[in-house]
Every structure is written in structure tokens, then in C-alpha cells.
């Protein structure tokens, strides 16, 4: 498959909410763009409601039974869907071996911070007692979510987490984030600009430092039996700044991190596989990493 960088810059524009977005005309492009109606390698799709949350149950061929992911997807907390969703997250299940839980969360305005948080701390409530391992995983705005989540949870509770993975993980939405400051800091994908009305979409101004929205204001004291974080993004990135100060924040905390920046990969490219190699071997990688654990 010949490289179409510039098809897959135009899709992964879609994923983000822009100061000239339109809310159901935003979320009505996310659908249209990324739904799949086939799922790739005969994994199945079941809908199930998991104490109150409507969930897609993502089963590839073969999956290993002593773990299970949640699937917390992007979408600048505005957009997104279990539809919009879907495909990708089932060739993640394929590529891991892994039964993943796509959850339906509820999204800003209409549902701002904490709706989705609350949403998937009843979703884990009732996994976290019936499986030996749980792993967390997210993308773009989904990554506060995740992130959130885990600081949610408590001794024995955080300890089932076995591993926290994040894609493109937005960390910061407060005014002393890199990408405000730091004018050689291109991106194809992201503006600053939008990342701000993100954030106002999704919170109130004086909540942007709390940990549990921008988790680059996470304390080291925070991350006690913290699990280990996987994050693989693009070298292109505006947000690589604030992921790194992130890892800083981890080794701090004595939390065991993956960092997997791919060259001259631009913002979520993982789910621009029509267009580029790198994203199947993104996403082989991402298999590969979690069938280790």
C-alpha cells in the first residue's frame, strides 16, 4: 500500500473539534468517517448494557482469558461513538488477543466533567471483580478519561489495572500547557486553539488543573501502586512536550513507562490505515506489547 499522507492528514482532521465546529455536524463526520461495517478478522461484536452502561463486547477469534480491555475512545470529548469506534478498537482486540469493552460514555456539553468518568468507574465496577486482569486503554481526549479512572481507583481495586495504554493522549488542558507557550511547536492535525474550546467544552475554567481533567497536574504522592503506562503517538505531535513532562511525572512516581514515538507521524495516524503503513504496524506493535504483559 503506496502512503497517502495528505488523505490521511484530511481524515484524522475529523477527530478534532475546532473553534468552527458544530456539535451534531462534528459528531455526524466522526460516524460517517470512521465507521466500519465489517469488522476485521472474524472478530465479533456483541452489545451488551454493563451495570446501566450500553458497551460493545469486541471478541477476536482467539483472545486470551485471564485479561480484558476497557476502550476508552477520543473525539475532543464533544464526538465519538461505540459506531465511530468500532472497527478500529476490533483490530486492536485482533492484533492483543483481547476481549475489549467499547462503552458508550456520555459526551460535553450536554454531559460535561465528570459524566464520562462517572460512566466508566460503574463500567469497571463490575469488572474489576470478575477478571484477573484489566487493562485501560484510550485515545486523544479519551487519555484524561482513562488516566482519570485509574487515580479513581484504590488499593486492591487500581492494583487489578494491569496496565494503562494511551494513544495520542491529550494531558493538558490548562493555560500553562506547552503547546500555548511554545511556538516551534508545529502539528497537522491539532491547533492550539482548538485544544482550548476543548477544554471550555468540557469543563469550567478553575477545574483545568484538576488532576482528574489535565493529568499532567498529577502529584507524584498520587501514584501509588500506580500500573504501568504504554503510550505510542507521532513525532509530529504539538502535545509530545506535555507527554514528556507527563513520563517525568511517572518516574517521579516510580511508575513503569512505555514512551513509543514514531517518526514523522502526525496525531492519532494509528487510525489512519486506509492511507499508511505505519499505522498496521502501529497497531501490530500495540498487539505485540500487550500479549508480553
Known sequence: MADNRSGAIK?????????????????????????????????????????????????PQVFASDRVMIYIHGGSFIGGSRKAWRGFVASIANASSTRVILPEIRLAPQFPFPAALEDVKRLIKSLYTENPDIIIAADGSGASIALALALSLKGTARRK????????????????????????????????????????????????????????????????????????????????????????????????????????????FQMAHEFLDESHRAIDAIGLHIKGL
Open 11 to 59: 481524515l484524522l482532521k475529523k477527530l478534532v473539534f475546532t473553534p468552527k465546529s458544530e456539535i451534531e455536524s462534528f459528531r455526524a463526520t466522526i460516524e460517517q468517517a470512521f465507521y466500519e461495517p465489517f469488522l476485521p478478522q472474524g472478530v465479533e461484536c456483541t452489545e451488551e448494557a454493563i451495570n446501566g452502561i450500553q458497551c460493545d463486547v469486541l471478541e
Open 161 to 268: 489495572i494491569k496496565e494503562i495504554v494511551l494513544l495520542s493522549p491529550w494531558l493538558d488542558f490548562s493555560d500553562e500547557a506547552p503547546i500555548y507557550h511554545d511556538k516551534k511547536l508545529k502539528d497537522e492535525i491539532i491547533t492550539p486553539d482548538a485544544m482550548r474550546r476543548t477544554g471550555n467544552m468540557y469543563t469550567y475554567a478553575s477545574n483545568m488543573t484538576n488532576p482528574l481533567v489535565s493529568p499532567q497536574y498529577i502529584q507524584p504522592d498520587m501514584l501509588e501502586d500506580f500500573p504501568p503506562v504504554f503510550i505510542q503517538m507521532g513525532e509530529k505531535e504539538i502535545i509530545i512536550n506535555e507527554v514528556r513532562r507527563f513520563t517525568a511525572i511517572l518516574k517521579a512516581g516510580h511508575v513503569k513507562y512505555t514512551l513509543d514515538v514514531w517518526p514523522n507521524m502526525m496525531h492519532m
